[in-house]
């Protein structure tokens, strides 16, 4: 599989724990960005880097939240003391910088108990 | 800051043909995207507008109107797999991120 990948699919956890997803986007896409969707609305941008780079965050992206992607391939994304309301999709997305499409991983569900 | 207007809900009959409206407001433009969702999916690529007039794929079309901030999808001979949530989302002045509209879910009856 070529596409962009996702780990865990779904995830459980109680309120004050840690999570972490991981993502690796297609290969040779110097660009990677993570998402957040709740039901019923579209993704909102969290953050995206170019390469190793971290060149957005968004101010949804709380202290709380922190992304790496330490040798320009995978990333990954904690969000520590979870509360319920981080339950939602985090996707993460790949592209060419010079690229017109971003392709999208199946996403990471999580629910906070 | 950027601002996108999409219908919550549609609904239309197998065969028939639907158009799903987009409008935004925008800091910077560098183009726009439709992607499709189905439910507990990841949004998967239609197609991209960054110049004014249509664009056709199959039986998919997207229009873009730059001076009038809208565009168009528009979905002929549908199929009830084509139910779904229809996103708009546009490209920032500094061609990086996409930001999204809320989404339009269609649904398709027989």
């Known amino acids: 599989d070529t596409g962009v990948s996702q780990d865990p699919r779904h995830k459980i956890t109680k309120r004050g724990q840690n999570v972490t997803f991981r993502c690796d986007p297609i290969?040779?896409?110097?660009?990677l960005y993570w998402y957040r969707q709740t039901l019923g609305q579209g993704p909102e941008f969290l953050t995206y880097?170019?390469?190793?780079?971290?060149?957005?965050k968004s101010r949804l992206l709380s202290d709380r939240f922190s992304a790496e992607r330490p040798k320009g391939s995978f990333s990954t994304l904690e969000i520590q003391r979870t509360e319920q309301g981080d339950s939602a999709m985090y996707l993460c997305?790949?592209?060419?910088?010079?690229?017109?499409?971003?392709?999208f991983g199946e996403g990471s569900w999580l629910t906070v108990v | 800051g950027q601002n996108i207007d999409q219908p919550t809900e549609m609904t239309a009959t197998e065969g028939a043909i639907v158009q799903i409206n987009c409008t935004y407001q925008?800091?910077?433009?560098?183009?726009l995207f439709w992607y499709q969702q189905h439910a507990g999916e990841a949004p998967t690529f239609l197609s991209y507008?960054?110049?004014?007039g249509l664009e056709e794929k199959g039986r998919f079309s997207s229009f873009l109107s730059r001076s009038k901030g809208y565009s168009y999808l528009l979905l002929k001979e549908l199929q009830m797999k084509d139910s779904a949530s229809y996103l708009c989302?546009?490209?920032?002045?500094?061609?990086?991120?996409?930001?999204f509209g809320t989404g339009t879910r269609l649904l398709v009856s027989p």
């Open positions: 989302a546009v490209r920032d002045r500094s061609f990086q991120k996409l930001v």
């Open positions: 290969s040779e896409h110097n660009r």
């Open positions: 925008t800091s910077g433009f560098n183009g």
């Open positions: 880097f170019q390469n190793e780079a971290q060149l957005e």
């Open positions: 997305a790949s592209s060419l910088i010079t690229g017109n499409t971003i392709y």
């Open positions: 507008n960054v110049l004014d």
